[in-house]
C-alpha cells in the first residue's frame, strides 16, 4: 500500500516534460496504471514527473487529418465528448467499458495507451480504427506511429524510454462500430474484447484485446481464422482455449452490432 | 419500493421496519473504525511474511531495518517464543495440535507466514525498513492440495506427522447398513466447496496500547469476539483479565473470520509491552488474503440411498477437510458442523460421516459465513436433486415428500440434534407460488424446444444458529445484557453481542423500548469494551439477536420488577402495574414515571424493602437448544450456449427465521447472504498452485460479486416463532449463504441436464460451463 | 524531500508539507484527521476511499497527494451543510443501504457523481455507476433502492 520513496515534479508545459522524461523521469499521468503498481512495490521510479498539470493537453478537436485526441484526455472526456461520439463512437463506446467511473475520471487516454497492457480496452479499438499516435521526444522531435506497429508486446510500445505519447488521431468514422467485451469479473479488465468497424455489406476491420500480448488486427473481417493461430494467453480467469473461442464468439457479436449500426 | 421513515417516539416497535439508529455516524464519516484511532506517541508496525508454502528459515538480518532512521525495533520468532501459541478452541479426540507461534520460528508453513515485525514512528518508514530485512530460506516442497496432501509420498506440512492426517472423526446414527440394503436406488457423487476468502471490506487491524504505570494493556482489535479475545490474549501474554481491557472500535465486516484470535493481536500487545508505546498495525488487503482465515476448503464424498417413490433412507458422506498450516480458534471445529447438519430438513434417520482433517501448506480455514452448514446444505441439496433426477421425480415433490411434517417438532435428528419449530413446506410452497413454478417448468419446456438453456433451481435449506447451548460450544455458548436506567430515565443496554452490521443497535433498542413503553431514542445500545460491559460471547453463527436478545428480554423482565418495586413504594400501594414508561396504582390511578423511579432509586431516600439502591440489572442467559431457521430458495437461469455465461432471471427466496424484530434489516441480511452465496456459486475461488502460491491473491483475481453481478432478490419470509427463546426469533444472517448456492447450482445443472449433466463443482464459471457445452456438443 | 501543497478540502483552504509518495487517502486521513474515507483495497477496486476532487470521484488511494495540490476536495464529511443531511446521505439511511458502513462513504460518493451525471438512472445504470465501489454486506439491493430514492427526492 506505501510505495517507495521518489523525487517528484510537475512538468510546467509539454517541453518541460519531455526533457524530463530524457533525463530519466517516470512520467504520470492520470496513474491509474502506475499508482497502484508503485503501491505494490511492483515499481519504483526514483523519478516521478507529473504531465498532469500541463495546460492544455486533453484536447478533443477535430480537422482534415481526423479526430485529434490529446494524450491527457480522461476517459471519460473520450467517453462523453460529442465530438467522438459522432465522428468517432468507437472510441467513445470503448472509453465508457474501461474500468468504472472513479477511474475513468482520472485515467488518461495516452497513459493507457502507453502502459499497454495486454488486457486493456483501448489497443483493439485503436487498431481496429488504424489510428495514428504521435510521440514526442527532446531528442527527436514527434513522429507519428500507426497504431498496429505501436503495440509491440506486452507492456512494451514503439516509443522510445524518452518518448511520451502526445496525442492519438482518429479517422472520422464512416463504417458502424462496436466494441464487445468479456470482463474478467474480478479486475473488469478484458478477457477479450473486440472492437469493430463493418461495412454494410459485412466487410470491415476488426481489433482484438486480450488474447495476445499485444491487440491483433483483423483487416478482413469475414475471416476470424487468424484467432485460431495467434498464441493465447491463459490464466486463472481464462485458459488460451477458451480465450480465443471467446474472442471468435465476441468478434462476431461485434461485428454484428456493428453492422447494424452501418 | 418500501419507504421508511423516522420512527414514532413511542409506540410498539417489534416488528416494524424502521431505519437504523447507528446509521448517521456511518453516512457522515464520522463513525470510528481501527484505523482511525490516533494515540499519543503511537508507533506503526509492518510485518514481514514467507513468501513460500514451506521454507527453512537460515537467517533473518535485520541490520539495515534496525539501521533506518525511525525504526525502533525488529523482532523475529526468536523474541516472542515465549509468548502462548495462538489458541484453537476445538477439542476433537486425538486432535493434533501444531505449536502456533506468534512470529515463524525456524520454519514457515503457508505464504503469508508472519517471520518478523518492523516497529516505526511512521507507517512509510516501517513499510520501507521491512523491504530490507533479509531472510535466508531453505525452500521445501509443499503440499498445497488436500486431497494429494493425503497420498503416500507428499510432502509433510508437518514433519511430525507426515500423513498430513489432523485428526479424524467419525460419527453414525440408526442403521446405515439397513438403509442401503432396502433402497432401491443409490447416488453417488463428489462434491467439492471451494475455499473462499472472506473478504470483509475493512482488513483486520489492531492497536495495542500498553500502560506500563498501570501494568495493564488496552487492545483495539476489529474483532466479533472482544471478550473471549480478552480472555485468549491475557492468556498468551501471562497477563491478568482485569490488566486487559479489549475495545472493540466500529467493525468493517466480520463474516466469521473476525472471530478468532489472530498472532497479530498477540504481537502488538507483545511489541506494545516491551516498546511501553501503542502500536499500530493494519493489515493490507495482500496481507488480509494471506494471513486472515479462508473459509470452506470441502471435498465430500456422498451416497444417499432411497426408495423408488423418492423417500429417502440414508445418507453416507466422507469429508476431506482442507485444514491449512495450523489451527486457527475453530479450524478444526467447523467440519464437524457440516457433520451435525447432514440430515438437512428430511425425515430420514440413518447416516454416517467420516471427516479427515487434512493439513495443507495454506492459509488456515475456519468460519466463514454458514461455517459448515453452507457446505452441508449444498451437498445435500445437490444430492436430493441428483436423486430427483435420478428417479425421474420432480425437485419440489421430493422435497416435499421427505420433509419433517409440522407435528414432529420437537424432532430427534440422527445426529443428535433436536429441531425446534418448523413448517418446512410453507416456504417452498410460497416460493414455487411467488416463482409460478407450473408456468416456469412449461416456459421451460418451450425454451429447450427453441434450443435455449433454461433452468430451474429449488434449495430447501435447514440451518443451527443461536450458537448454542453451552455443552455444544466450544466457550460459553450463553449472552448477557446489562439494562441501567439513568436518574434522568434515559436507558443504557450493554449487551456481550458484538454486532459490526447486524443492526442490533437498533433492534435491542426496538425490544428494550417496547418492554419499557419508552421511545426508541431514549435507549442507546452499547457493545465491544470489556471495560465498560460484562463478559459476553460475541457475535457469529447467527446468534446476535437469537442468543443476545433473549437475554436482554430476560434483562428486562427483572428490571420491570424492580420498577414495579420502587412503583409501590413511590406511590404507596401494592397495586401497581408498569406500563408504557411509568408506574401506574390500580388503585388510585396517581403515576410515577420511568424518570421519577429511577431518580428515585439513586436518590435512595425511601428504598422498597429489601432492595438495592440504583436501577440496573443483568442477565447471562443460557439458550436451552439452538434454533433452526429454514427456508426455499428458487432460481431461474439462462445460459447463453456461445460464451457458457449464466444468467439469473429470478431469484426468489422464501427465509423463515422465526418472529421479525425488524423487516427492512432482515431483508438486508438475506441480500447480503445471498450475495456471499453468489460469489461461492458463480465466482468466487481460492486458487493456489502446487508450490502453495495463492493466484488469487489480490481483488484483481479475487472476484466478490460487483452490483452489476447481482440479480434482484425478491424477499419474501414465513414466521414460525422458535419455542426456544421468549421473542421467538431464530436468526437469520447466514441463512442467505445457506439457500443460495445449492439452488444456483441446481439451477444450472437442470439447465444443462438435457445435455446429460447430473453435476458441475462451484464455481460455475462460463469457461467451465462452456466446456460442459462443447462435451455436451461433442457426445 | 517534502513539499508543500495547498487544497481546499470541504470548503476550507489548508496548506501541509508533505512527502511526494504521500497517497491522498494517508493524506487526508492522517494530517488532515478527515477519516471517513476508507482504505479497503491496494489495487483501485474497491472504492472506499472515494472522495470528489473538482467535483469529479476519484479513488483517493490510487492518487498521491501532490497530484491534488491547489485543487479542491469534498469528503464524506463535506456533504452534510448546516446540520442537513445530503439527499443521498438521507436515502441510504432510509432504505438501509449500508450495514458495516465501511464502504459507505466511499458508496455515496459514487452514488452522488452518478446522480449529478443522470438524475434519472434505471436499475441498470445505478448498477454500472457504483461497479467501482464493493461492499460485501448488503448485496446492493438496498443501495439501488437508495440510489432510486435519492434521485426522486433531488429532482
Redesign the interface.
Known amino acids: ?2 510505495p ?2 521518489f523525487d517528484y515534479a510537475a512538468a510546467t508545459s509539454f517541453a518541460d516534460a519531455l526533457e524530463q522524461v530524457a533525463a530519466g523521469a517516470k512520467p504520470l499521468s492520470g496513474g491509474m496504471s502506475l499508482i497502484p503498481m508503485m503501491k ?2 511492483l515499481a519504483a521510479p526514483e523519478r516521478v514527473v507529473d504531465l498532469g498539470r500541463i495546460q492544455g493537453l486533453n484536447y478533443i478537436h477535430q480537422d482534415q487529418a481526423g479526430i485529434h485526441v490529446g494524450a491527457l484526455a480522461t476517459h471519460f472526456e473520450v467517453e462523453t465528448s460529442a465530438l467522438l461520439r459522432a465522428g468517432c463512437p468507437l472510441l467513445s463506446e470503448t472509453a465508457g467499458w474501461i474500468g468504472d467511473v472513479q477511474i475513468r475520471n482520472r485515467g488518461t487516454i495516452g497513459g493507457s495507451v502507453a502502459h499497454a497492457d495486454p488486457s486493456a480496452d483501448y489497443p483493439a479499438a485503436l487498431v481496429a480504427l488504424d489510428a495514428r499516435i504521435v510521440v514526442a521526444s527532446k531528442r527527436g522531435g514527434e513522429r507519428t506511429v500507426g497504431a498496429n506497429d505501436f503495440f509491440v508486446d506486452a507492456l512494451t510500445t514503439a516509443a522510445e524510454p524518452d518518448e511520451l505519447v502526445k496525442e492519438i488521431i482518429v479517422p472520422v468514422e464512416t463504417m458502424g462500430t462496436s466494441y464487445q467485451k ?1 470482463l ?4 473488469g479488465f478484458a478477457i477479450v474484447g473486440v472492437a469493430a468497424r463493418i461495412g454494410q455489406d459485412g466487410h470491415g476491420r476488426l481489433g482484438v484485446t486480450g488474447l495476445g500480448a499485444r491487440p491483433i488486427l483483423i483487416t478482413d473481417a469475414t475471416d476470424l481464422a487468424a484467432l485460431n493461430t495467434t498464441e493465447a494467453n491463459s490464466d ?4 488460451s482455449a ?1 480465450r480465443r ?2 474472442a471468435k ?1 465476441y468478434a462476431r457479436r461485434a461485428i454484428a452490432a456493428a453492422r447494424a449500426r452501418a | ?1 418500501a ?3 423516522a420512527p414514532p417516539a413511542t409506540g410498539k416497535l417489534v416488528g416494524k421496519r424502521l ?2 439508529k ?12 481501527v ?2 484511532i ?1 494515540l499519543p506517541g503511537m508507533h506503526h508496525a509492518c510485518i514481514v511474511r514467507s513468501p513460500y508454502a514451506a521454507a527453512r528459515i537460515k537467517s533473518i538480518d535485520a541490520k539495515a531495518a534496525l539501521e533506518t532512521p525511525g525504526v525502533v525495533a525488529v523482532y523475529t520468532g526468536a523474541d516472542t517464543k515465549e509468548v502462548g501459541p495462538v489458541p484453537c478452541g476445538a477439542s476433537l479426540p486425538g486432535l493434533r495440535v501444531p505449536h502456533h507461534y506468534i512470529l515463524a520460528t525456524d520454519r514457515v508453513y503457508f505464504v503469508g507466514h508472519p517471520v518478523a515485525v518492523v516497529v516505526a514512528g511512521d ?2 518508514v516501517a ?2 525498513a521491512a ?1 530490507s530485512i533479509e531472510v535466508d530460506y531453505d525452500v521445501l516442497p509443499a503440499a498445497a492440495d488436500p486431497e494429494k496432501a493425503l497420498t503416500p509420498g507428499a510432502p509433510a506440512v508437518h514433519p511430525e506427522w507426515p500423513d498430513n492426517t489432523a485428526f479424524t472423526y467419525h460419527q453414525e446414527g440408526g442403521d446405515i447398513a439397513q438403509a442401503f440394503a432396502e433402497a432401491d436406488v443409490i447416488v453417488k457423487q463428489r462434491i467439492t466447496s471451494q475455499r473462499l476468502i472472506p ?5 483486520r487491524g489492531v492497536v495495542a496500547d500498553w500502560k506500563p504505570g498501570d501494568k495493564a494493556l488496552t487492545l483495539y482489535s476489529s474483532t466479533q469476539i472482544p471478550h473471549l479475545l480478552r480472555s485468549l490474549v491475557a492468556g498468551m501474554l501471562g497477563l491478568a483479565e482485569n490488566k486487559t481491557r479489549v475495545v472493540t472500535p ?4 466480520g ?1 466469521g473470520c473476525k472471530l478468532n484470535v489472530y498472532a497479530e493481536e498477540a504481537l502488538m500487545s507483545f511489541v506494545s509491552m516491551k516498546l511501553g508505546k501503542p502500536v499500530k498495525w ?1 493489515e ?3 496481507e488480509n488474503y494471506v494471513a486472515t482465515i479462508h473459509g470452506r476448503g470441502h471435498v465430500d464424498y456422498l451416497e444417499i440411498a432411497a426408495k423408488k417413490d423418492g423417500t429417502i433412507l440414508g445418507l453416507k458422506l466422507k469429508l476431506i477437510q482442507d485444514l491449512g498450516a495450523y489451527h486457527q480458534l475453530l479450524t478444526p471445529v467447523i467440519p464437524t458442523l457440516s457433520v451435525l447438519m447432514m440430515p438437512g430438513l428430511y425425515r430420514f434417520r440413518n447416516v454416517t460421516a467420516d471427516i479427515v482433517g487434512v493439513f495443507t501448506n495454506c492459509v488456515p480455514t475456519d468460519a466463514y459465513r454458514g461455517a459448515g452448514r453452507p457446505e452441508a446444505t449444498h451437498a445435500i441439496e445437490r444430492m436430493v436433486d441428483m436423486l430427483a433426477a435420478e428417479l425421474k421425480l420432480d425437485p419440489a415433490d421430493i422435497r416435499l415428500k421427505n420433509f419433517i411434517q409440522p407435528e414432529e417438532f420437537p424432532f430427534a435428528t440422527a445426529t443428535g440434534l433436536t429441531y425446534d419449530s418448523g413448517q418446512y413446506d410453507l416456504p417452498l410452497r410460497k416460493a414455487l407460488e411467488i416463482g409460478g413454478y407450473a408456468a416456469l417448468r412449461a416456459e421451460q419446456q418451450t425454451a429447450r424446444v427453441a434450443g435455449k438453456l433454461m433452468g430451474i433451481g429449488i434449495a430447501t435449506y435447514g440451518e443451527i444458529c443461536a450458537f448454542g447451548p453451552s455443552p455444544a460450544t466450544p466457550a460459553g455458548g450463553w449472552e448477557s445484557a446489562t439494562v441501567k436506567v439513568d436518574p434522568d430515565g434515559k436507558v443504557t443496554v450493554l449487551t456481550g453481542s458484538c454486532h ?4 442490533e443497535e437498533t433492534t435491542f433498542a426496538q425490544i428494550a423500548a417496547d418492554e419499557l413503553g419508552i421511545g426508541l431514542d431514549d435507549v442507546v445500545v452499547f457493545r465491544g469494551d470489556t471495560a465498560i460491559v460484562q463478559y459476553g460471547i460475541g457475535t457469529f453463527g447467527s446468534r446476535g439477536t437469537a442468543v443476545g436478545g433473549p437475554a436482554l428480554y430476560y434483562a428486562l423482565q427483572n428490571l420491570k420488577k424492580k420498577l414495579k418495586r420502587y412503583g409501590e413504594s413511590a406511590l404507596g400501594s401494592d397495586d401497581v402495574r408498569y406500563e408504557a414508561g411509568q408506574c401506574i396504582c390500580n388503585k388510585t390511578g396517581k403515576t410515577a414515571s420511568l424518570a421519577q423511579l429511577a431518580g428515585a432509586s439513586y436518590r435512595a431516600l425511601k428504598l422498597p424493602p429489601d432492595e438495592e439502591p440504583g436501577m440496573q440489572t443483568t442477565f447471562f442467559w443460557e439458550p436451552p437448544n439452538f434454533t433452526f431457521p429454514f427456508g426455499a430458495h428458487l432460481v431461474v437461469t439462462e445460459i447463453d450456449r ?2 457458457g455465461r449464466i444468467e439469473i432471471k429470478r431469484y426468489v427466496a422464501v427465509d423463515d427465521c422465526g418472529k421479525i424484530i425488524n423487516p ?2 432482515v ?2 441480511q438475506v ?6 452465496g453468489l460469489g461461492q456459486a458463480l ?1 468466487e475461488q481460492v ?1 493456489y498452485d502446487d508450490n502453495g502460491q495463492l ?2 491473491g ?13 440479480p ?2 425478491e424477499s419474501h419470509h414465513t414466521e414460525t416463532p422458535s419455542p426456544v427463546n421468549p421473542l421467538g426469533v431464530k436468526g437469520v444472517g447466514e441463512a ?1 449463504t445457506i439457500g443460495c448456492s445449492p439452488a444456483v447450482v441446481n439451477s444450472v445443472v437442470d439447465a444443462l441436464s438435457s445435455l446429460g449433466v447430473r453435476h458441475l463443482d462451484m464455481p460455475l464459471t ?2 467451465k460451463i ?2 460442459v457445452i462443447q462435451q455436451g456438443a461433442r457426445a | 524531500m517534502k513539499r508543500t501543497i495547498t487544497v481546499t478540502i470541504n470548503g476550507e483552504t489548508r496548506s501541509d508539507e508533505i ?1 511526494a ?2 497517497l491522498l487517502i494517508h493524506y487526508l ?2 494530517v488532515v484527521g ?10 483501485s ?2 472504492g ?1 476511499c472515494t472522495v470528489e476532487l473538482d467535483g469529479k470521484a476519484v479513488k483517493s488511494c490510487t492518487m498521491f497527494a501532490v497530484q491534488a495540490n491547489g485543487r479542491s476536495l469534498t ?3 463535506g ?2 451543510k448546516n446540520g442537513e ?1 445530503h439527499p443521498v ?1 438521507e436515502a ?5 443501504g ?8 466511499g458508496m ?1 460518493m459514487a452514488s452522488k457523481q452518478l446522480l449529478e451525471r443522470n438524475p434519472n438512472p434505471s ?1 441498470g445504470e ?3 455507476g ?2 467501482g ?13 437508495a440510489v ?2 435519492a434521485a426522486e427526492r433531488m429532482k
Open positions: 500500500m506505501i517507495h520513496s505494490l512495490r468479456l474478467q469479473p474480478a479486475s486463472i480467469h481464462a485458459a477458451y473461442e471467446m464468439v | 419500493m419507504t421508511t421513515a431505519r437504523r447507528e446509521d448517521p455516524r456511518l453516512i457522515t464519516g464520522t463513525a470510528t473504525y484505523d482511525d490516533k507507517k512509510y513499510r520501507d523491504d473478504t470483509p471490506m475493512e482488513t466500529e467493525v468493517g465486516g463474516f493494519i493490507s488487503r495482500r459490526h452490521g447486524q443492526g456461445d460464451t427492512l434489516i431483508d438486508g441480500h447480503g447472504g445471498v450475495a456471499q465466482y486458487v493466484l488469487s489480490e481483488l484483481t483475481d479475487y472476484a466478490i460479486p460487483k452490483a452489476t453481478m447481482m434482484w432478490v442467505g462460463p469457461e462452456w466446456n | 512527502e509518495r504521500l486521513r492522517e478527515l477519516t471517513g474515507a476508507h482504505i479497503g483495497c491496494e489495487t477496486l474497491c472506499a469528503t464524506i464529511e456533504l452534510a443531511l446521505q441510504f439511511w432510509n432504505e438501509h449500508l450495514q458495516c458502513g465501511f464502504c459507505t462513504p455515496i436499475e445505478i448498477r454500472h457504483i461497479e465501489n464493493l461492499c460485501r454486506c448488503t448485496g446492493y439491493q438496498h443501495i439501488v433502492n432510486r430514492t
